[in-house]
């Protein structure tokens, strides 16, 4: 028996020296890899030119840190990394790619912002386009924010104004005899509308064609400006498009014909004797850890982009997670915020269209408790901060939102479409069962009862009511005043300043300045940000990607490649639009 003990005894001691000699050796490596990055930096040269490609769309900010690989640029990226580049004596300029994303308003005023701010440090901007194929306003506009905005040689320039349109579908369901109930607070509240209508209701019609008008006065007179021209010449000029290159040129729009690698070298002869190019991406990643280094005070920096939904992402794993406001994230993200002792104040960047009440709640409860703890909140609106993205937005010590934003939409929608008697025209066998009165409430094949719908229309009223409360109290206006510019309609963010729905028009520096003077931080001293939630280490992302086991890795390679398929993302995107038996706050229906 001691023998025997002795032997386990050995066993143990040996592998306890075997993990501990591994475990040495991969300190080993980290510290000489450590070594090695301190001596040679981030591994970006010694002078260069950053290359900056805006055309296809991109997203506001990123819902995680992406722990591995590079992830798609973000607007707020593009702001945080254009501020970095701006302090970097490497760096000698940007060149812009652009003319097919249409790119929203709001968006290009952010990062025609922070393009300007980054030539305020004695560097230059270059833009180029393939052809300004758009008839939106908004690529044009970030490309005035340039020094020289070339154009390839015989390519469109349809920058003409702001428009669109969209589907209704109520014809379709009389057909197929679907039976859509929708409960909407109020006549503006159009998110809907495509179930219910043959095409746009008065009211619909009258604040879309407000918000396109603000971002046509906006585009004109800020592209007016940067290209010294008046406004009414350059209007001129867009309403003779589409034109070409020539013209384009001839109408002061542009200033150089030429290709991408012509302006590409003109950048790199004006940055001088061995200047490289460098995408964006590449630089915003060399920067990331370097981000929240630094002296000066602390701002938390909390992003939130994509519909508001319950629950969690559930850590994103690997590759980044799903574009939305998951309730508990975000609720989270500020209540750690608010935790730690070394942050000032809380800047909450939202661009959001709305989603679900309940994680619209937990969010601005989170920000309430942030506030009584003495910590200032300053939302920073993107391009659309409307429904639920304003309801989180109501108690915030100040709404920064450029002219541009979508915002506002005070206003609920409930309801269902029965498919019933669609499944009987088309022969399809229907049943339920039901235990409870109201068990098959949001049924999908049954309509609603009347006390049912009496039901919905009492949860749709009492929803609304609170909402309008909450913004009464945080925006300090009165019911009446409230119930005049709400009604579900949305505004651009410069009506919404004139309502006092907003009380700055700017982007995310206007933001931070803000945030800065209600934090009682000297206006000149530099602030770090602090993003919260914390980007999860590469083995914790590992772990909740895969789990313990390579069929988790297979299945997860699976349902991503099923996912993609382009018949299972048609199937979703139509589900996700639809009414969804709950009350929510959304507003879906936009112009892009």
Do not use: C
């Given at each position: ?16 020296n ?72 490497r ?15 709001a968006?290009?005023?952010e ?72 409960a ?59 034109q ?123 920000v ?14 993107g391009s ?21 934003t ?79 510019i ?11 300043k ?53 069929a ?19 199937v ?21």
């Amino acid at each position: 028996m001691v023998g025997f003990l002795g032997w386990l005894k050995s066993i143990a001691v040996g592998t306890f020296n075997a993990i501990a000699k591994v475990a040495f050796f991969l300190i080993l490596i980290f510290f000489l890899l450590f070594l090695i990055g301190l001596s040679t930096g981030d591994g970006l040269p010694g002078k260069m030119v950053l290359a900056l490609d805006l055309r296809r769309p991109i997203a506001d900010s990123a819902p995680v840190q992406y722990t591995f690989g590079t992830r798609p640029v973000t607007v707020m990226d593009i702001v945080l990394g254009l501020d970095a580049a701006a302090r970097d004596d490497r760096i000698k300029g940007v060149v812009l790619r652009l003319g097919s994303a249409n790119i929203p308003i709001a968006q290009a005023e952010e990062i025609g912002a922070a393009l300007r701010r980054f030539k305020a440090s004695g560097k230059f901007v270059i833009a180029h386009s393939q052809g300004f194929e758009a008839p939106g306003l908004g690529d044009y506009l970030t490309a005035t924010a340039a020094d020289e905005i070339w154009m390839q040689p015989k390519t469109p320039f349809g920058a003409a104004g702001e428009g669109g349109g969209e589907i209704f579908l109520k014809g379709l369901f009389e057909k197929i005899q679907a039976e859509p109930q929708i409960a909407k607070r109020a006549d503006y509240k159009s998110a809907a509308d495509m179930y219910m209508e043959k095409n746009m209701t008065p009211a619909d019609r009258e604040q879309i064609t407000a918000l396109m008008q603000s971002w046509y006065n906006t585009a004109t007179s800020g592209a007016a400006i940067a290209r010294k021209l008046t406004q009414q010449a350059l209007a001129a000029a867009f309403d003779a498009s589409p034109q070409f290159t020539d013209d384009a040129k001839k109408a002061g729009l542009i200033d150089k014909v030429g290709y991408d690698d012509d302006a590409m070298q003109a950048a790199l002869d004006k940055a001088g004797d061995g200047a490289k190019a460098v995408p964006m991406p590449e630089f915003v990643k060399a920067e990331e850890d370097l981000n929240e280094m630094g002296e000066g005070e602390h701002i938390a920096l909390i992003e939130g982009t994509g519909e508001i939904v319950e629950g969690s992402t559930g850590g994103s794993g690997l590759f980044g997670g799903d574009a939305v406001m998951a309730g508990d994230d975000v609720a989270r993200a500020i209540r750690d915020a608010s935790k730690d002792k070394t942050i000032r104040a809380i800047v909450l960047r939202v661009d959001s269209p709305g989603g679900s009440v309940t994680a619209s709640d937990q969010i601005l409860d989170a920000v309430h408790k942030a506030q009584a703890k003495g910590i200032p909140v300053v939302v920073s609106m993107g391009s659309v901060a409307a429904s639920g993205g304003y309801f989180i937005s109501t108690s915030a010590d100040r709404i920064v939102a450029e002219p541009g934003t979508i915002t506002g939409s005070i206003g609920v929608l409930t309801g269902k479409i029965a498919f019933g008697k669609t499944a009987q025209l088309l022969g399809i066998g229907t049943d339920e069962v039901g235990v409870g009165r109201n068990a098959l409430m949001d049924s999908s094949i049954t309509p609603y009862t009347d006390e049912q719908w009496k039901n919905l229309n009492d949860q749709a009223d009492a929803i609304y009511a609170d909402f309008k409360d909450k913004v009464a109290k945080g925006r300090k206006l009165t019911p009446d005043r409230v119930q005049e510019i709400a009604r579900g309609r949305v505004w651009s963010g410069a009506d919404a300043k004139e309502r006092g729905l907003v009380d700055t028009l700017g982007g995310f520096w206007t933001a931070a300045d803000t945030a800065k003077k209600l934090a009682k931080i000297d206006g000149n001293q530099r602030v770090v940000f602090k993003r919260f939630p914390r980007q999860k280490s590469f083995f914790q992302a590992l772990d909740e990607t895969f789990g313990d086991s390579s069929a988790g890795a297979r299945a997860v390679q699976g349902w991503v490649t099923l996912m993609n398929s382009p018949a299972v993302r048609t199937v979703i995107g139509v589900a996700g639009e639809m009414p969804r038996g709950g009350v929510e706050m959304r507003a879906t229906n936009l112009p892009h």
